[in-house]
């Protein structure tokens, strides 16, 4: 079997033509697991330059292979060291200048240690603050559960559950599971509570159902809104033509979101009757189509930074 061969075998197998492209990683992959030194340098070869630089990996195996002797990894892994310093000066850069993506990657890269120079937490939650502030659900449920375990500063259990809740209502709906087993049990400084655990289990299976549309309206809204133009709707429902969220972009700019947490105001609400969802209007769109329009733009009728 190929992953019984030595690297040596490898090489010749393939210069052969006798070891399928498809098992060949696998074997070299077993050689290097052996301790085969040339083996173990090439993995390391192969995720930096094969799979998209993928530095966590190829700093791992890189220093396997520095340590089994290879002559040249030490100068490689002072490169990558090296590009991912100068990466994250340039997502600090961009971060600080506002950029939501820098923002969460920092986060990511600082409090995961996804690029291998070490893991700064403090920062790593400073990022994902920025983030969350500006809407982001993913970095709302990372900072949830650093505030709750008391990484990269104080806990603050109230703080974790506020952000863990705004990822809950957002489309990272592991912030309910994470909330219905704490409040299941009673861990991190919550009370254990039964009911409150129902709540965010029963959360969790509405969104099994959740479904997504789109629809365009030709007219002008008038009264306070004249001029606003003709808009784009788009609807959160579940199986039952409930709605949950909507937000309405209009041609002048403007921008309306509503939710359980804000269902009417001045200017409209949340439907009063049930989407029919056999009608052949609205359209119906994707989870990720309908978060990319809800995450991105901003509200006229929200604070900033309120993308709940």
């Known amino acids: 079997m190929a992953s019984e061969l030595n690297y040596t075998e ?6 052969r033509g006798e070891l399928r492209k498809s098992d060949l990683w696998s074997a070299v992959n077993a050689a290097a697991r052996k ?3 040339e083996a173990t340098f090439t993995l390391a070869h192969r995720y930096y330059h094969l799979r998209g630089k993928n530095y966590e990996k190829t700093r791992w195996w890189l220093v396997k292979a520095s340590k089994l002797g290879h002559p040249v990894t030490q100068q490689m892994l002072a490169e990558i060291d090296a590009e991912s310093l100068n990466k994250r000066k340039e997502l600090v850069v961009a971060a600080e200048a506002g950029d939501l993506s820098a923002q969460v990657n920092l986060g990511h890269i600082l409090g995961d240690n996804w690029d291998g120079l070490g893991l700064d937490l403090e920062q790593s939650r400073r990022w994902f603050l920025q983030a969350s502030l500006q809407g982001s659900q993913s970095a709302q449920y990372h900072l949830g559960l650093m505030f709750l375990r008391g ?3 104080p806990a603050d259990v109230d703080k974790g559950v506020h952000w863990l809740e705004k990822a809950a209502f957002g489309k990272t709906y592991s912030g309910a599971e994470v909330l219905a087993d704490l409040y299941e049990v009673g861990s991190h400084g919550l009370p254990r509570d039964p009911e409150r655990a129902s709540y965010w289990r029963a ?3 509405e969104t099994e159902s959740l479904r997504y549309f789109k629809y365009f309206w030709d007219g002008d809204p008038g009264e306070e809104m004249a001029g606003w133009g003709t808009s784009w709707w788009y609807l959160e429902a579940d199986a039952h033509g409930t709605v949950f969220r909507v937000l309405q972009s209009y041609a002048a700019g403007q921008v309306l979101r509503y939710d359980e947490q804000l269902p009417e105001d001045e200017y409209g609400g949340l439907p009063e009757h ?7 209007e609205p359209t119906e769109i994707s989870c990720e189509e309908f978060f990319e329009v809800w995450n991105l733009l901003p509200s006229f009728n929200r604070p900033c930074g309120d993308v709940s």
């Open 151 to 153: 990484e990269g500063g």
């Open 35 to 37: 301790g085969n030194i």
């Open 274 to 280: 049930n989407l029919d969802l056999d009608d052949t």
């Open 203 to 205: 959360r969790l299976r």
């Open 10 to 15: 490898i090489r010749h197998q393939v210069g």
